[in-house]
C-alpha cells in the first residue's frame, strides 16, 4: 500500500481528479482507493496498471561476431519477464513518429516525461534474438546471423509493454579474419620467393578464405600488389638475383579484410647459390620419388615405423611381412599409408608375429577424412598395432598368444584424427603357436571389452571380422 502525497493530487472537479502515481516495486494491476476529508472510501473496484521499466546493467559477453549462433549471451538487470523480446541494432522513437513500411518490432512504455505522461514509443529494425530464457531473474539470449545492423544496441521488450532503454556497451561485430601469423619467405632457384604461412583454423568463426600478396624492393617504401590466393603458399617468380624484397600478406573473408598485414623480408639467391640450390632441389625430388615408389622403413627401439610406396602394391594386392629376426622384439608397429594409395581399392596383407590381417585402404578413407584431405602432401592414414603379454585373464583362462591393440588414423601434417569405425570390414586372424602353447586347450579368439574391462569371447574361431579399432588375444582353458 502507498499514499499519494497531497501535491501530487490536482481536482479538477467535483468527479475528476489528476493523479501522479507513486513509484511501485510490484509490477500488473493494482487496486486503487480514494478518501475524502470527511472520511468516505470509493465503493467502486478502481484498478491501475504498473508497466514494467526493464533496465539492463552488464551483458557477457560484451562482444560477439555477427555469424555467432551458438554463443549464449547472458543479460543481467532488473525487471526482466517470462516471454521478454530482446533486439540488438534496433532504435527507439516516439509511437506518433511510426510510419507506414516501417520495420517495427514492438510497441510499449519507456518512462514517463516530467509532466507524468506515459512515453509510448516504438522499436523499429534491428533483429529479434532466436532465443531467450528467463534463468534466475538474467536473460539466456543466441542470436541468428545478421546483416546490415545500423547498431548493436540492445533494447529489452516485455510481455506487458514496458521497454528498456538501449544498452550500448554491447559490440556485434563483423567477423574479419587476424593477419596471417609466421609469414616465411624461403628464396628458391630461378630468382624465386616461396611464402609460407600458417593457414587460418577452419573451425574459426572469423576463419579467412583468401589471403593477398603485396610486395616492394626494401628500399621502396610503396608495395605492389601482387596476386591472390586461397592457399597459405604463394610463389613469387621473376624476381632480381642477390636482392631484398618485402613481401606482406593479408587475409580476407567475406566480411571484409584483416586491419594488419604479415610481412617478412627475404633475400634472393646470388646466380652461384641459384645453382647449389637447383641441385639441392632436384636432389630432393628424387628423394620424394625414391619415397613413393619404395616407401621408408625404421626401426625406433621396440617400434617399426613402416611408409608403405606404390611398389609394395602389385595388382591391387600388397603383402607386408614384419616376422622376420630384425623384428623380434619389437612390440609396436605403425604403418603408414600415403593418401594417395587410398583413393583406390587394394587389399594389404599384413603379418606381425600370431597376426594375421587383411585391410582395405579405400576402407580407411572415411567421410571425416575426405573432408580433411587436402592433397597428397604430407597426408597418411595409419594402422597401429601393439602386442604385449596380458595378465588380467577371465577366471579359468591362461594366455595362448600375446595380445595385440589395433588403431586406425589419419595424419596430416602436425595433426592427428582418430577413426573409430571403417567404411567395410576387414579380417583378422590370431595364428596358434603350439611350440610356444604345446599344452593349450580349446583355443577361442577373445576381444577386449572396454565397457565391462574385461576380455569376452569373440569367435569360436580364431578369425573374425572387425571395422573398429580393438584389442584381441587367444586364450585356453588352464
Known amino acids: 500500500n502507498s499514499n499519494v502525497d497531497k501535491k501530487d493530487i490536482k481536482i479538477i472537479d467535483h468527479s475528476t481528479i489528476e493523479v501522479i502515481a507513486p513509484e511501485s516495486d510490484v509490477l500488473g494491476p493494482v487496486r486503487v482507493k480514494i478518501e475524502n476529508p470527511d472520511g468516505s472510501l470509493t465503493q467502486e473496484n478502481l484498478i491501475f496498471t504498473y508497466i514494467s521499466k526493464p533496465k539492463i546493467d552488464d551483458v557477457n559477453p560484451k562482444k560477439l561476431f555477427i555469424n555467432d549462433t551458438e554463443t549464449e549471451v547472458t543479460i543481467k538487470g ?59 531473474g538474467e536473460l539466456k539470449v543466441k542470436f541468428n546471423k545478421a546483416t ?46 616461396m611464402l609460407i604461412w600458417n593457414e587460418s583454423d577452419p573451425d574459426l568463426l572469423n576463419k579467412a578464405t583468401k ?42 573473408n567475406e566480411y571484409g579484410a584483416a586491419i594488419d598485414f604479415a610481412e617478412v623480408k627475404v633475400k634472393t639467391l646470388s646466380l652461384q647459390e641459384d645453382e647449389k640450390q637447383r641441385e639441392k632441389d632436384k636432389e630432393l625430388k628424387e628423394e620424394e620419388k625414391k619415397l613413393l615408389e ?34 623380434k622384439n619389437t612390440k609396436e608397429l605403425i604403418i603408414n599409408i ?24 579405400k576402407d580407411l578413407y572415411t567421410y571425416r577424412v575426405s573432408a580433411l584431405d587436402k592433397g597428397d602432401k ?20 591362461k594366455l595362448a598368444s600375446r595380445s595385440y591393440e589395433m588403431d586406425f588414423s589419419f595424419q596430416v601434417g602436425k595433426n592427428t584424427i582418430e577413426i573409430d569405425k571403417l567404411l567395410r570390414s576387414g579380417k583378422l586372424t590370431l595364428n596358434f603357436d603350439n611350440i610356444l602353447y604345446g599344452n593349450a ?22 578369425t573374425i571380422a572387425f571395422d573398429t579399432p580393438g584389442k584381441y588375444i587367444l586364450l585356453s582353458n588352464r
Open 441 to 462: 586347450k580349446n583355443v577361442e579368439l577373445y576381444k577386449y571389452d572396454k565397457a565391462k574391462g574385461e576380455y569376452t569371447k569373440a569367435s569360436n574361431s580364431r
Open 211 to 252: 589471403y593477398e600478396v603485396y610486395g616492394r624492393l626494401a628500399s621502396d617504401k610503396t608495395s605492389t600488389f601482387i596476386g591472390t590466393t586461397t592457399d597459405a603458399q604463394y610463389l613469387i617468380k621473376d624476381l632480381e638475383p642477390n636482392t631484398e624484397y618485402i613481401f606482406m600478406v593479408r587475409a580476407l
Open 378 to 397: 604430407d597426408s597418411n592414414l595409419q594402422i597401429k598395432i601393439k602386442r604385449d603379454g596380458e595378465a588380467h585373464l577371465p577366471r579359468g583362462k
Open 294 to 327: 619404395k616407401g621408408k622403413e625404421e626401426i625406433v627401439g621396440e617400434k617399426v615405423i613402416r611408409t608403405i610406396g606404390s611398389n609394395d602394391i602389385k595388382n591391387n594386392i600388397g603383402n607386408l611381412d614384419f616376422n622376420q629376426s630384425k623384428y
Open 148 to 193: 546490415d545492423l545500423e547498431n548493436s544496441s540492445l533494447i529489452i521488450i516485455n510481455p506487458d509493454g514496458g521497454i528498456s532503454d538501449p544498452y550500448n556497451d554491447f559490440k556485434y561485430e563483423k567477423p574479419l579474419p587476424l593477419k596471417p601469423m609466421v609469414l616465411e619467405g624461403i628464396p628458391g632457384y630461378e630468382s624465386t620467393v
Open 78 to 136: 532488473r525487471q526482466f519477464m517470462s516471454g521478454s523480446r530482446v533486439i540488438v541494432g534496433g532504435k527507439i522513437i516516439p509511437i506518433k513518429d511510426v510510419k507506414s513500411g516501417m520495420d517495427v518490432k514492438g510497441q510499449g512504455i519507456i518512462g514517463v516525461d516530467p509532466q507524468g505522461n506515459n512515453r509510448e514509443v516504438a522499436v523499429i529494425g534491428g533483429m529479434e534474438a532466436a532465443s531467450v530464457n528467463l534463468v534466475d
Open 338 to 361: 600415403p593418401i594417395a594409395l587410398a583413393r583406390k581399392d587394394s587389399t594389404l596383407n599384413i603379418k606381425y608375429g600370431e597376426l594375421q590381417m587383411s585391410i582395405n585402404p
